[in-house]
């Protein structure tokens, strides 16, 4: 028996029922390997520049001390970003952005900028100090925010919130301030060769001291100001354009702001560099750290907020709301289905509850109206992640719960009653 459609229909096309393939330059793996491109001529432009300014052995020099407070910086930024994991290559890129894209704009806009000022005004000296306060916050500043756009714009499933633009920018600027540092040190080191200094003394040792002892941190802290603002408008209704457009906006103001006052800061005295760091650059420094921290503990909130609703519609076992917001509980449960079932299970548990974070915070921007229009879809695919590894992460999970749970308060019978009066209790109201 025929039927007909509920709704109408358009009259058939000679296209339909051809499957359309994407041009060739939409192709995943042509972008891919556009942007591979583009970032190892880069790092190999770059790695000469830097080579030809500080010589073989400074190069080699500037390396070896550049690259001490990276694993520590990229070990905190996958700390905070422990709650929600992030994919791996969206870090790769960031750092690769900051160490040889951003680096090489940074290096090559400044260069220009500030002979032409010099050129132009004839007062070297005025055009170092102006390069140094005004073009290279501005230029550094956009070109390291470039990687944060990318991301926002291409990787926008895993670009949810403050902590993720926290992350993608911390990142981009270490690798920035890795190859920065390089340049940096070989210099310095090149000079004290010139000079004959050593140890303490010598320009690489001062240089040393500030770049990497005092304020490893500084190019890190300058352009999280511009991850929370992208973080910021990705917390934000998609139909908020202005709010969307703004908040970056503000974010990277912020951080070119900042950047000038810390290179501006050698020009306030003899001191004047000491007086910058204690009052303002490590306030700063504890106040974005507290903030990082505050919003990873709120995302875990959101998860043992949001998760119950699952639990009542059977995807989710009793316990796991309680073990997927508590990081403690989370290692428990890796722990565990490592230690009865293998790596493997371990590493099923780990995307399990990557998977349970992502849908919570899913439906938390669904409730408050920011959630795109692929939500049912997203959601759906959440969930037949999770219903695939359950056999290995429910155990586990259930198992944290129970052991990370606090302990329940014990209390003893009450004593019996005493000349018709009850005994004093002081848990009886």
Request: proline share 7%; hydrophobic share 50%.
């Amino acid at each position: 028996m025929a039927t007909s459609p509920p709704f109408p229909t358009r009259p058939p096309s000679p296209g339909d029922g051809v499957l359309r393939h994407p041009h060739w330059w939409q192709r995943r793996w042509v972008r891919y390997g556009a942007l591979s491109t583009l970032l190892a001529l880069s790092g190999l432009v770059i790695l000469a520049l830097v080579r030809r300014q500080t010589g073989t052995e400074g190069f080699v020099v500037g390396l070896g001390l550049a690259v001490l407070p990276v694993p520590w910086l990229i070990a905190a930024f996958r700390w905070l970003d422990r709650v929600e994991p992030g994919p791996w290559r969206n870090l790769v890129f960031a750092f690769a952005w900051g160490a040889c894209a951003a680096a090489l704009i940074a290096i090559v806009a400044n260069s220009f900028a500030t002979r032409w000022i010099a050129t132009s005004t004839a007062d070297p000296a005025g055009a170092d100090t102006l390069g140094a306060t005004v073009i290279a916050p501005i230029v550094e500043e956009s070109a390291k925010a470039a990687a944060v756009l990318l991301v926002f714009l291409f990787r926008r499933r895993h670009f949810t919130g403050i902590v993720d633009g926290v992350v993608i920018a911390g990142i981009t600027a270490t690798g920035f301030a890795f190859t920065e540092n390089i340049l940096y040190l070989g210099t310095a080191f090149g000079t004290d060769q010139l000079t004959g200094d050593r140890g303490i003394a010598s320009v690489t040792a001062a240089t040393f001291f500030v770049r990497i002892v005092m304020s490893p941190f500084a190019h890190p802290l300058f352009t999280v100001l511009t991850g929370i603002g992208f973080g910021a408008a990705a917390l934000s209704a998609e139909r908020q354009h202005v709010r969307r457009a703004l908040l970056p906006l503000g974010g990277l103001l912020l951080a070119m702001g900042m950047h000038a006052f810390w290179n501006g800061s050698a020009t306030f005295g003899r001191y004047g560099f000491f007086a910058v760091y204690a009052a303002f650059m490590l306030p700063a420094f504890g106040l974005l750290t507290w903030l990082a921290v505050w919003t990873r503990q709120r995302e875990l909130r959101t998860v043992r907020a949001e998760l119950p609703a699952y639990v009542l519609a059977g995807w989710l076992g009793p316990g796991e709301p309680f073990a997927l917001g508590s990081m403690r509980a989370r290692r428990m449960a890796r722990d565990y289905a490592r230690h009865h079932f293998g790596r493997p299970a371990a590493r099923d548990v780990a995307r399990y509850e990557a998977c349970a974070t992502s849908l919570a915070f899913l439906r938390h921007r669904g409730r408050a109206g920011r959630a795109g229009a692929d939500f049912v879809v997203r959601e759906r695919e959440l969930l037949d992640e999770l219903w695939r590894l359950r056999e290995p992460a429910r155990p586990a999970l259930e198992y944290a719960a129970r052991a990370a749970a606090p302990p329940r308060p014990v209390y003893a019978p009450a004593p019996p009653y005493w000349h018709g009066a009850p005994a004093y209790n002081p848990y009886r109201t």
